[in-house]
C-alpha cells in the first residue's frame, strides 16, 4: 500500500467546535439581534397589560374629577383681626372613591385655609381639603387662595328709617325704634364709612298703628349701602308706627255781626245766614275751642225798612280750614214808632260752683220800642240772661232770656237767638 493510502481520508474527520471567550461572543451576537429585541419588547408589553388588568380586578377604586366647586373657608382668624373678602374662592378636587357607585355630594368635604399667626395684609393661604371616610383626595386646583386681613373695628350708628311713601292725607305718624342705635363692627376702612343703620318703611294705606321686626342695612352718609364683611348687633330692630289723625272735623254756627245803627224810626227785625254753619278742619286740639265763627262786620247804619243782601266772607282762626269761605247775610229791617238796636250783654245765671263759663257771642243785637225819652235810658235797664241750672260740663246752644224796663217792648227776637255756652271745671 502507498504511503498516501496509509492517511484516513479528510472528509471522514471530525470538525473542530470553539469553546471559551470566543464562543460567548458568538452568542451574545445572537441574543441582541433585531428580531430578539422586538421579541422582548413585544413580552414586555403584555407583561404591563396583565398587571394592569390584575391590578385592577384587585383594587377597583378610579381616580376621578369631582365636577362641582368647593367654597373655601377660613379657620383660626387672629384676634382683633377679619377677612375682607369674605368668600376667598373655590377649589377643584379629584379623588378616588372606595364604592364608586355611592352618591356623594359637597357636604362629604371640608375645604379651608388656616390664619393662625398671620398678620394684617394680603397673603395667598395653602388651602387644605379633608373628606369623608371612603373617599380620598388625590389632588385640588388652585392650591392657594388670596386672603385679605384686616384690623377690626366696632362703633355705635343711629339707627333711621326710610320712607318710601307717604300715609294717606289727613294722618301723621310717629316711628319708634328699639333700640335707637346699634354697633357695627369689621373692618376698620369699611366701618369708617357706615353713618347709621336704616330700613325701609312703606306708610301708604296706613290707617292704625302697627308694629313688626324689621332688617338692618348699614350706609353711608350720601345714602348708598355699605357692602362688604359688616355685622350689625343687633343686626335688626322692633318698629312701631304710631298712626295719629292730623285734623279732625267739627259743624260749627255761623254768626253774622251786625254793626251800626238804622235811620230813626227802624230796626232790625230778622237776620238769616246762608248756609247757616260750616264744617271746619283743624287740629284737634284747636278744634275744642272752637264753637262758632263769624263774618266780617255788616254794616246797617242809617238803613231804612226792607230787605238787603250780603255776600260776606267767613273769619277763620288760624289752623282752621273749611270749604265754606263766604255766606250770604239777608238783613230786614222794619219801621217802628221808636225804636232803637241795642247790644246788651248776656249774663249766665245759675253756674254750678266750681265751673268756668265761656260764651260765644258775649253780646246780643236787641231791637227796642217804646216812647222816645225812655229809649235812651231803656240799654241800661235791660238784661240778657242764660240760666245754667243743672248744666254741668260741656258745650251747649241756649237762648239768652230778654227782660226790657216797664213801657218798652221787645220788637222781635234777639239776634243771635242763641248763644253757645261752653262750661269747664277749675
Known amino acids: 500500500m502507498?504511503?498516501?493510502?496509509?492517511?484516513?481520508?479528510?472528509?471522514?474527520?471530525?470538525?473542530?467546535?470553539?469553546?471559551?471567550?470566543?464562543?460567548?461572543?458568538t452568542q451574545l451576537s445572537w441574543l441582541w439581534s433585531r428580531e430578539s429585541i422586538l421579541r422582548l419588547l413585544l413580552s414586555l408589553v403584555l407583561a404591563l397589560a396583565l398587571w394592569l388588568y390584575i391590578t385592577n380586578k384587585q383594587d377597583p377604586n378610579v381616580v376621578q374629577d369631582y365636577g362641582q366647586p368647593l367654597p373655601v373657608t377660613v379657620a383660626n382668624v387672629p384676634d382683633g383681626m377679619t377677612v375682607s373678602n369674605v368668600n376667598p374662592g373655590f377649589v377643584y378636587v379629584r379623588i378616588r372613591r372606595q364604592d364608586p357607585a355611592a352618591p356623594i355630594s359637597q357636604a362629604n368635604f371640608h375645604a379651608f385655609v388656616d390664619l393662625i399667626g398671620l398678620k394684617p395684609g394680603l397673603h395667598h393661604a395653602h388651602v387644605q381639603v379633608i373628606a369623608d371616610p371612603g373617599?380620598?383626595?388625590?389632588?385640588?386646583?388652585?392650591?392657594?387662595?388670596?386672603?385679605?386681613?384686616?384690623?377690626?373695628?366696632?362703633r355705635t350708628v343711629p339707627v333711621q328709617p326710610t320712607i318710601y311713601s307717604q300715609p294717606p292725607t289727613g294722618f301723621g305718624t310717629t316711628i319708634i325704634t328699639t333700640p335707637k342705635q346699634v354697633e357695627v363692627s369689621g373692618p376698620n376702612p369699611l366701618v369708617s364709612e357706615v353713618a347709621r343703620a336704616t330700613f325701609?318703611?312703606?306708610?301708604?294705606?296706613?290707617?292704625?298703628?302697627?308694629?313688626?321686626?324689621?332688617?338692618?342695612?348699614?350706609?353711608?352718609?350720601?345714602?348708598?349701602?355699605?357692602?362688604?364683611?359688616?355685622?350689625?348687633?343687633?343686626?335688626?330692630?322692633?318698629?312701631?308706627?304710631?298712626?295719629?289723625?292730623e285734623s279732625s272735623y267739627k259743624t260749627v254756627p255761623i254768626l253774622p255781626d251786625i254793626a251800626g245803627n238804622p235811620a230813626t224810626g227802624n230796626g232790625v227785625v230778622s237776620v238769616t245766614v246762608n248756609p247757616p254753619d260750616l264744617t271746619a278742619s283743624g287740629a284737634p286740639k284747636a278744634l275744642a275751642g272752637l264753637s262758632a265763627v263769624h263774618t266780617k262786620p255788616i254794616s246797617v247804619s242809617n238803613h231804612r225798612?226792607?230787605?238787603?243782601?250780603?255776600?260776606?266772607?267767613?273769619?277763620?282762626?288760624?289752623?282752621?280750614?273749611?270749604?265754606?269761605?263766604?255766606?250770604?247775610?239777608?238783613?230786614?229791617?222794619?219801621?217802628?214808632?221808636?225804636?232803637?238796636?241795642?247790644?246788651?250783654?248776656?249774663?249766665?245765671?245759675?253756674?254750678?260752683?266750681?265751673?268756668?263759663?265761656?260764651?260765644?257771642?258775649?253780646?246780643?243785637?236787641?231791637?227796642?220800642?217804646g216812647p222816645a225819652n225812655k229809649?235812651?235810658?231803656?240799654?241800661?235797664?235791660?238784661?240778657?240772661?242764660?240760666?245754667?241750672?243743672?248744666?254741668?260740663?260741656?258745650?251747649?246752644?241756649?237762648?239768652?232770656?230778654?227782660?226790657?224796663?216797664?213801657?218798652?217792648?221787645?220788637?222781635?227776637?234777639?239776634?243771635?237767638?242763641?248763644?253757645?255756652?261752653?262750661?269747664?271745671?277749675l
Open 2 to 25: 502507498s504511503e498516501r493510502g496509509h492517511h484516513r481520508p479528510l472528509a471522514l474527520l471530525p470538525r473542530s467546535r470553539t469553546f471559551g471567550t470566543a464562543a460567548a461572543g
Open 135 to 154: 373617599i380620598q383626595v388625590v389632588s385640588w386646583q388652585p392650591q392657594t387662595v388670596p386672603i385679605l386681613l384686616e384690623r377690626t373695628q366696632t
Open 200 to 245: 325701609d318703611v312703606d306708610l301708604s294705606g296706613l290707617a292704625s298703628t302697627v308694629s313688626g321686626t324689621y332688617r338692618l342695612t348699614p350706609e353711608n352718609a350720601g345714602g348708598g349701602v355699605v357692602t362688604g364683611h359688616l355685622n350689625l348687633t343687633p343686626s335688626s330692630v322692633h318698629v312701631t308706627i304710631q298712626v295719629n289723625p
Open 305 to 369: 225798612a226792607g230787605t238787603f243782601t250780603r255776600h260776606v266772607p267767613v273769619i277763620l282762626p288760624r289752623s282752621i280750614h273749611s270749604r265754606t269761605r263766604t255766606v250770604t247775610v239777608t238783613t230786614t229791617l222794619a219801621p217802628v214808632e221808636a225804636s232803637s238796636s241795642v247790644q246788651i250783654a248776656v249774663t249766665p245765671i245759675n253756674v254750678a260752683q266750681g265751673l268756668i263759663v265761656h260764651m260765644r257771642p258775649a253780646r246780643v243785637l236787641v231791637t227796642i220800642a
Open 375 to 425: 229809649l235812651r235810658r231803656a240799654a241800661a235797664g235791660m238784661r240778657a240772661t242764660i240760666n245754667l241750672a243743672g248744666y254741668g260740663s260741656g258745650t251747649f246752644t241756649l237762648t239768652p232770656i230778654i227782660s226790657t224796663p216797664p213801657g218798652i217792648s221787645l220788637e222781635g227776637t234777639a239776634y243771635p237767638s242763641f248763644v253757645v255756652v261752653t262750661l269747664t271745671t
